[in-house]
T-cell receptor
Framework: AQKVTQAQTEISVVEKEDVTLDCVYETRDTTYYLFWYKQPPSGELVFLIRRNSFDEQNEISGRYSWNFQKSTSSFNFTITASQVVDSAVYFC?????????????FGQGTRLTINP | DVKVTQSSRYLVKRTGEKVFLECVQD?????MFWYRQDPGLGLRLIYF???????EKGDIPEGYSVSREKKERFSLILESASTNQTSMYLC?????????????FGPGTRLTVT
C-alpha cells in the first residue's frame, strides 16, 4: 500500500526563520514520483516541485529547497528566511507507477504560519 | 496558464437533496479528478476520469457519482446529500498518462449539508 505521512500538523515561526516540513512516504514500487503542493488561504493548490524515484539530487529554487532521501523514504521541504506570504497549508503527495491513471496519494498536510 | 474552474465557491444544501458540482478545465487535459479535503485527512480521491465517458473509482467513491460527457467538463454528483458529505471539494486536471505530469487544481467548493 502507498502512504504519505506529514507528522507536523501545524508549525508556527517568526518571519525570517528557516523552517523544514517533513514528508515520509511508503511504497513497494521502485518507480514513483513525489510532489509538493502549496494551498494558500484562497484554497487553490499550487504545484511546487516533483521528483522521480531515480533522481535523488536535492533541488533549490530561491528560498525553497527539497531534500530527497530514498534511504529514509523522506522528501523534506525547507523554506529559508521565511516570509508571511509563505503562510499556507503544504501537502506532500506520492504517485506510483508510470502508466495508467495518475492517482496521487496525499499526506495530511502541514499548516505553516509565519508571524511578522 | 492552465485554468480549472469550479461552479461555486460555497454551497449550502439540505439533507437528501441531489447536488451537482461542476468543474471545467481549459487546457484540453485528458485526466480529471475529484477530491475531498477534510482537516487531518488531507486530500482523498473520490473519482477520476482519463477520457470522455470514462470513469474510475478512487478511494472513497461511496455516496458519489460522476459524469464526463465532454473532455473539458467533469461533474461530481451527490445523489442524496448527507451531513457527512460536508467538506471542501477540489477538482483537478492533468495531461497524458505519464506519472511525471502534475495536477492543476481549481479553487474548491466548500459544501455544507444541513
Amino acid at each position: 500500500a502507498q502512504k504519505v505521512t506529514q507528522a507536523q500538523t501545524e508549525i508556527s515561526v517568526v518571519e525570517k526563520e528557516d523552517v523544514t516540513l517533513d514528508c515520509v512516504y511508503e511504497t513497494r514500487d521502485t518507480t514513483y514520483y513525489l510532489f509538493w503542493y502549496k494551498q494558500p488561504p484562497s484554497g487553490e493548490l499550487v504545484f511546487l516541485i516533483r521528483r522521480n524515484s531515480f533522481d535523488e539530487q536535492n533541488e533549490i529554487s530561491g528560498r525553497y529547497s527539497w531534500n530527497f532521501q530514498k534511504s529514509t523514504s523522506s522528501f523534506n521541504f525547507t523554506i529559508t528566511a521565511s516570509q508571511v506570504v509563505d503562510s499556507a497549508v503544504y501537502f506532500c503527495a506520492l504517485r506510483v507507477g508510470i502508466q495508467g491513471a495518475q492517482k496521487l496519494v496525499f499526506g495530511q498536510g502541514t499548516r505553516l504560519t509565519i508571524n511578522p | 496558464d492552465v485554468k480549472v474552474t469550479q461552479s461555486s465557491r460555497y454551497l449550502v444544501k439540505r439533507t437528501g437533496e441531489k447536488v451537482f458540482l461542476e468543474c471545467v478545465q481549459d487546457m484540453d487535459h485528458e485526466n480529471m479528478f475529484w477530491y475531498r479535503q477534510d482537516p487531518g485527512l488531507g486530500l482523498r480521491l473520490i473519482y477520476f476520469s482519463y477520457d470522455v465517458k470514462m470513469k474510475e473509482k478512487g478511494d472513497i467513491p461511496e455516496g458519489y457519482s460522476v459524469s464526463r460527457e465532454k473532455k473539458e467538463r467533469f461533474s461530481l454528483i451527490l445523489e442524496s446529500a448527507s451531513t457527512n458529505q460536508t467538506s471542501m471539494y477540489l477538482c483537478a486536471s492533468s495531461s497524458g498518462t505519464g506519472g511525471w505530469n502534475e495536477q492543476y487544481f481549481g479553487p474548491g467548493t466548500r459544501l455544507t449539508v444541513t
